[in-house]
Structure formats: structure tokens, C-alpha cells
């Protein structure tokens, strides 16, 4: 098989598993009693920014995982692949509030439905963005994009436990902030 087909069906695959484990994510604070290392990486309330969570750790382990188990094998170049995780990575978090600020101020509604649609379109544009990146991407230095992943990841840890008073970060149904 084309090693383009297997990395397409893969990143493709990602929706649908992306989509469930950030699903999954959603409840994984409450589900474990509220364990302060799981609120580092699942979302602890219902603001904006914690459900950014939803994506992010899930995005990281499905580019990683594959990389770590098929690099070799399949000769995969390191600086796109790990440029289109970044790109999918940073596409799927900014897709979740600006489509919720979008739809909650312009029809002042909000909507459960529409929320967990969110994070559908939000894994979806961010995998086809990470695909396009790393079909037609010439790719950063993996180096560069695996420290910008990292990052990330610990600019979400550090949010949530020292909380900026920005509405982003608000839970309106409870008027708190992270943890």
C-alpha cells in the first residue's frame, strides 16, 4: 500500500477517535473524583478554555503514537510530520472558541447539540489541516515543533491551576476559574 494512503486513513481515522476521546476527556475529571492530575489534562469546568482540553492531549498522543510506531517502517519525514501535528494541534484549539463565540453572539443561544458539534468540526479541521500540512508542507525543524507542542501542553496545565480572570477561562454556571 502507498505510504500516503496508510498516513491518510490514519490522520482521517483520527476524526472519529479524536472526536470520542475528546468526548471521553470531557468527563474524565469527574468521572475519576475529581483527581488534580487529571484535571491537568481533561477540562475541570465549563469554560471555553477548559474545553479546549477536549483536543489537546488527545491530538498529541494519535500524531505521537503513530509516529513513534511507524517512523522507521515507513521512512516518515520528522519535521512535517510533527509541523502537521502542531498544525492540527493549534487548528482544533482555535476552532472551539471561535465557533462558540461566534454562534453564542450572534444568535444569542447556546446549545448542547451545537457544543458537541464543535468539537466534531474541531478535529475534523484540524486533521485535514494536519494532512495538508504534511502532504504539502515542506516542515520546521521537529525540534521547534515538538517544543511548541510541549508548550502548549504545559501553558494548559499551568492555566488551569493559576488562572487568568479573562472570560475565556470563566465558568458561567459557577463564576469560577480552573481548579
Keep these: 500500500m502507498d ?3 496508510d498516513e491518510k486513513k490514519y490522520i482521517y481515522l483520527g476524526i ?3 472526536f470520542l476521546a475528546g ?3 470531557h468527563f474524565l475529571y469527574d468521572l475519576t473524583g475529581q483527581l488534580t492530575i487529571i484535571g491537568a489534562i481533561s477540562p475541570v469546568n465549563e469554560s471555553v478554555w477548559e474545553h ?3 483536543v489537546v492531549l488527545p491530538t498529541i498522543l494519535w500524531w505521537t ?3 513513534i510506531a511507524m517512523a522507521k517502517k515507513k ?3 520528522k519535521n512535517k510530520w510533527f509541523t502537521a501535528a502542531l498544525s492540527s494541534l493549534v487548528v482544533s484549539i482555535i476552532t472551539i472558541p471561535f465557533i462558540f463565540y461566534f454562534y453564542t453572539n450572534a444568535f444569542g443561544i447556546e446549545s448542547l447539540v451545537v457544543d458537541i458539534m464543535i468539537l466534531l468540526i474541531a478535529v475534523t479541521l484540524g486533521q485535514l489541516a494536519g494532512f495538508h500540512i504534511f502532504v504539502f508542507g515542506k516542515g520546521i525543524n521537529a525540534k521547534i515543533s515538538i517544543a511548541l ?3 502548549i501542553l504545559i501553558i494548559f496545565i499551568v492555566f488551569t491551576f493559576s488562572t487568568p480572570h479573562l472570560p475565556i477561562f470563566l ?3 459557577t463564576g469560577s476559574y480552573g481548579i
Design 3 to 5: 505510504k500516503l494512503t
Design 16 to 18: 472519529p477517535v479524536l
Design 23 to 25: 468526548s471521553l476527556f
Design 52 to 54: 479546549c482540553k477536549m
Design 65 to 67: 503514537i503513530y509516529y
Design 75 to 77: 521512512g516518515i519525514d
Design 149 to 151: 507542542i510541549i508548550a
Design 171 to 173: 465558568d458561567k454556571s
